[in-house]
């Protein structure tokens, strides 16, 4: 089994900003922030779980390292966006949270097309 290091330091920080982003939310945020940076990073952290997943599958190839990309930078993006909106006070940040979402569920979808071509694996 081959790891994809890059993807992986690259989930490894993104958890972590999660987990920084969800702790402000949590104990320094107004209450009218703190439903866009707890929004955020739950998909921030979903997605770097995924993206370790795709960076340590054994059979996933070359599909499973896009797939973790995409879900780790759409969930930067996205973690990204909601908390500058909310932050900033900048509506038109808002525009850019669904080119994360869009990234996050390309993700998915490549992700399944890697499970599809991967040989089962007997474990």
């Known amino acids: 089994m081959k790891l994809n290091r890059h993807l992986a330091v690259f989930a490894a920080f993104n958890g972590a900003m ?3 982003v969800g702790a402000f939310a ?3 945020a107004g209450p009218q922030i703190k439903t866009l940076l707890t929004t955020g990073a739950s998909y921030q952290l979903a997605h770097a779980l995924l ?3 795709c960076a340590n599958w054994p059979a996933g190839g ?4 896009i797939a973790g990309w995409l879900a780790c930078v759409g969930g930067l993006i996205f973690c990204l966006a909601l908390s500058f909106l909310g932050l900033l006070s900048l509506p038109a940040l808002g525009a850019i949270a669904p080119v994360g979402g869009v990234l996050m569920i390309a993700g998915w979808v490549v992700l399944a ?6 040989p089962s694996l007997n474990v």
């Open 18 to 20: 999660a987990v920084a």
């Open 26 to 28: 949590a104990h320094g």
């Open 113 to 118: 097309f890697a499970a599809l071509r991967s």
């Open 62 to 65: 070359r599909l499973a390292g």
């Open 51 to 53: 993206a370790l997943i």
